[in-house]
């Protein structure tokens, strides 16, 4: 059974930093492009940043610069380091693994107020 289980979501000012976590179990993990994705009220979900199993990131433009998605396969985990945030970041925060399938987590909640 795949379970993927986003923690460290929160409330944080303008400007601040959060880290979201995610551990993955029930799959290889090394082998899975790992990532996140969010959405915010109202809008549909999107991309916020990408890593290959050869460790290979993508990130959306929104976020280039601010955000870091890193991995440790030892560990089953996949982070992003969120700096800078700004109110536009607020969203439900999901991990995703995807190879030939994809498995998404239940999400974590950013709150960046105005």
């Known amino acids: 059974q795949v379970q993927l289980v986003e923690s460290g979501g929160g409330l944080v000012q303008p400007g601040g930093s959060l880290r979201l976590s995610c551990g993955a179990s029930g799959i290889i993990f090394s082998i899975y492009t790992m990532g996140w994705y969010r959405q915010a009220p109202g809008k549909q979900r999107e991309l916020v940043a990408t890593?290959?199993?050869?460790?290979?990131?993508n990130y959306a433009d929104s976020v280039k610069g601010r955000f870091t998605i890193s991995r440790d396969n030892a560990k089953n985990m996949v982070y992003l380091q969120m700096n800078s945030l700004k109110p536009e970041d607020t969203a439900v925060y999901y991990c995703?693994?995807?190879?030939?399938?994809?498995?998404w987590g239940q999400g974590t909640q950013v709150t960046v107020p105005s």
């Open positions: 995703r693994a995807g190879v030939r399938y994809e498995y």
């Open positions: 890593i290959t199993s050869s460790e290979r990131t």
